[in-house]
Nanobody, 128 residues
Framework: VQLQASGGGLVQPGGSLRLSCTAS????????TGWFRQAPGKEREGVAY???????????IYADFAKGRFTASRGNSVNTVYLQMNNLKPDDTGLYYC???????????????????WGQGTQVTVSS
């Protein structure tokens, strides 16, 4: 399974970005899928994750810093997930990764150890 994250860029504080993550060689729908980020000099941290979908329902869970500003969602395709980021702050700057759990219908979490497949990351820079 290969994951491709895209949609990063340079944005001013208060701005928005929408990140996309597309899988090839496998699907995302039946697996927990997470978003993570890593700022320079800091450890990777969980941003949000989506529980597996049974075809109708998937739950989205967020780190405290992301609540109310970020929204993770699944696309119409089982191979795509998104992270809508609003009201971005300079502290949101970092390399953003998407990741997929290895276990079918595993619940998922904000811990990176839960995930087996990782994308290459897309850079988000929030600066005036």
């Amino acid at each position: 399974v290969q994951l491709q994250a895209s949609g990063g860029g340079l944005v001013q504080p208060g701005g928005s970005l929408r990140l996309s993550c597309t899988a090839s060689g496998g699907s995302l729908g039946a697996y927990a899928t997470g978003w993570f980020r890593q700022a320079p000099g800091k450890e990777r941290e969980g941003v949000a994750y989506l529980t597996p979908t049974d075809g109708t329902t998937s739950y989205d869970i967020y780190a405290d810093f992301a609540k109310g500003r970020f929204t993770a969602s699944r696309g119409n395709s089982v191979n795509t997930v998104y992270l809508q980021m609003n009201n971005l702050k300079p502290d949101d700057t970092g390399l953003y990764y998407c990741a997929r759990a290895g276990g079918l219908f595993s619940t998922g979490s904000l811990r990176s150890g839960e995930y087996v497949y990782w994308g290459q990351g897309t850079q988000v820079t929030v600066s005036s």
